[in-house]
């Protein structure tokens, strides 16, 4: 088999956060990922679709912020936290 090489112009930033995707999906390179995207491309094994995609923000109510803003203070305080001294315990909170 033959090698050649692939250049593909690009951003160093763009780079830079296709290395780190590749490295947190597992890859040892983003070579190595784009091999592995480009052989499945080539089998047809591989679709791809682009899409816009709108991030939905939700805003919650003010009686939900002050909820979770207490929940996470208690959190943070160890206050109304349970821990389950063993698996039995812990499944027996979870189907009470």
Do not use: C, H, W
Not at 6 to 21: C, G, H, I, R
Not at 65 to 92: L, M, Q, S, V, W
Request: glycine share 2%; net charge positive; hydrophobic share 40%.
């Amino acid at each position: 088999m033959q090698r050649v090489i692939l250049q593909v112009p690009m951003s160093k930033d763009l780079k830079e956060k296709a290395q780190s995707a590749s490295q947190d999906l597992g890859f040892s390179s983003i070579q190595e990922a784009i091999r592995v995207l480009l052989t499945k491309f080539a089998k047809k094994e591989l679709s791809l679709k682009v899409t816009e995609e709108v991030e939905e923000v939700t805003r919650l109510s003010k009686v939900a912020e002050k909820r979770y803003k207490k929940a996470i203070d208690d959190i943070k305080a160890g206050r109304n936290i349970y821990r389950p001294k063993n698996k039995e315990e812990f499944f027996k909170m979870l189907r009470s």
